[in-house]
């Protein structure tokens, strides 16, 4: 009987882990939005790494800074995430991807982006975190141009 109770805990143990992790991928959207530059910081470990297409910042004062001026340079945003694959890695490391997309106001019209983000996550200071993630975008464009014009990765 102890190996099905050791089992079951196990089991219960990677679903927690799952569902913080997708609380995770959610709180960071809702930050986002909400324009919290310093509550955003929280969702990444001390030496976060954000890496995009032409660059990366690290640490939680360059990506305070890094969402302050790239993100608050739009009129509002607004993130969906809509699936979250995961992998378990270790006790406190994990990794997943994350399929998105976000709506970016520009001088009164709205563009929307679909993007991958590829995670790292660590267990730090009692919560899960993301370490490290590649932000992979799929397309950028204004409304009317859906449908006519994208760009693969």
Request: proline residues 3%.
């Amino acid at each position: 009987m102890t190996n099905v109770d050791g089992a079951l805990v196990d089991r219960i143990h990677r679903l927690e882990i799952r569902t913080e992790l997708s609380d995770l991928v959610a709180r960071y959207g809702h930050l986002l939005d909400a324009r919290d530059w310093d509550g955003i910081t929280t969702c990444f470990t001390r030496e976060g790494i954000l890496s995009f297409h032409g660059g990366s910042v690290t640490g939680h004062a360059a990506l305070r800074d890094f969402y302050a001026e790239k993100v608050g340079a739009y009129e509002f945003t607004f993130h969906y995430p809509h699936s979250q694959v995961v992998e378990i890695t270790g006790d406190l490391t994990a990794t997943g991807v994350v399929s998105a997309h976000a709506e970016h106001g520009v001088d009164g019209t709205c563009l929307l982006a679909a993007v991958h983000y590829h995670d790292d996550y660590l267990h730090e200071d009692g919560r899960w975190r993301i370490s490290r993630r590649e932000i992979r975008s799929r397309y950028f464009l204004p409304w009317p141009g859906l449908g006519t014009d994208f760009h693969p990765s």
